[in-house]
């Protein structure tokens, strides 16, 4: 949890969220969640993007370690968007 908050305040911040993109990947990669070290392949990207659109960061995360981030996310009021 200590991870999420601090990208909380570093990727986050009030005033430039807007949306979150989640997709799924097309190709087979590692999950991105560093904490753990996830060993597993990556299923879903997450894409946070500005007030414009414009994307700040994307990460690519196992079903088991997407699924917090997306809880974070629509607790703060991310406007979700599934492509």
């Known amino acids: 949890m200590k991870a999420m908050h601090k990208l909380r ?4 911040d009030d005033s430039e969220k807007d949306t979150l993109r989640i997709g799924v990947i097309k190709y087979l990669g590692p999950c991105d969640y ?8 990556a299923r879903i990207q997450i894409e946070v993007c500005n007030g414009l659109g ?12 997407a699924a917090p981030v997306l809880d974070k996310a629509k607790a ?4 979700i968007v599934e492509d």
């Open 9 to 12: 305040t570093e990727s986050w």
């Open 34 to 41: 560093k904490p753990e070290m996830c060993t597993k392949p």
């Open 54 to 65: 414009v994307p700040i960061w994307h990460r690519d995360y196992c079903h088991e370690h």
């Open 76 to 79: 703060i009021g991310f406007r």
